[in-house]
């Protein structure tokens, strides 16, 4: 089955530490992107890639960390220099972004200990 | 200001009702609209998309009016199973970014 698929479901997170969230897509979509969703608040873009090896920040890019080395991997590595990383944090993909239809992971609830 | 806002609610309707949303987006040159569907702690799934012409599917119409940069979206007879939150996503005027209304909340009560 086609599909992108987030991994792990949830993480905690140690002051102080770098974790990685995984996103891999079969779909052959050229476009990824990483939102993250706060309770009660619309999805917020940190970084998107239109293309293998280039990317771009969103709109709350300080603090997180991207890669785009194979077209279906978009991992997003969350530093330590985010201070408030608790959140529910979604990949998606999309064929070009002129089709304008965005395929979502299940997501990932990261937490802080 | 906000690229796109909308009533956060929350709708509780009774089955069978038939419901409103509505979205306004601040970018007159925004070039696609979408209505996604979020289940609680799952991810967004698109629902529609919302064209000038206005579009219907089932029970759900989209329509986007482009003059006074608002979209809606109407629920027929509503059903226990449309509860779910409901957001309203408008591209920028590249179509290369998608931004997110918070979410209109919709529990249709038995």
């Known amino acids: 089955d086609g599909g992108i698929t987030q991994s792990p479901k949830y993480l905690f997170r140690k002051e102080g530490q770098n974790v990685t969230l995984s996103c891999e897509q079969n779909l052959n979509h050229d476009a990824m992107y990483w939102y993250r969703q706060d309770p009660g608040q619309g999805l917020r873009l940190i970084y998107y890639s239109q293309i293998v090896n280039d990317f771009q920040k969103g709109d709350i890019a300080e603090g997180y960390s991207v890669s785009r080395e194979k077209k279906e991997s978009f991992p997003l590595t969350v530093t330590s220099a985010q201070k408030n990383p608790t959140a529910f944090y979604l990949c998606?993909?999309?064929?070009?972004?002129?089709?304008?239809?965005?395929?979502f992971g299940s997501g990932t609830q990261l937490s802080v200990l | 200001r906000k690229e796109v806002e909308q009533d956060p609610g929350p709708f509780n309707v009774p089955e069978g009702a038939t419901v409103a949303f509505n979205c306004t987006y601040s970018?007159?040159?925004?070039?696609?609209f979408f209505w996604y569907r979020q289940d609680c702690r799952k991810e967004p799934k698109l629902l529609m998309s919302?064209?000038?012409s206005g579009n219907e599917d089932g029970r759900f119409t989209a329509q986007l009016n482009r003059a006074s940069q608002y979209i809606s979206l109407l629920i027929r007879d509503s059903k226990l199973s449309d509860s779910a939150t409901y957001l309203c996503v408008v591209t920028s005027n590249t179509g290369n970014q998608f931004y997110f209304g918070t979410g209109t909340s919709l529990t249709v009560i038995p």
């Open positions: 998606a993909s999309g064929l070009t972004p002129e089709l304008g239809k965005l395929f």
């Open positions: 970018n007159s040159a925004s070039q696609s």
């Open positions: 919302v064209y000038s």
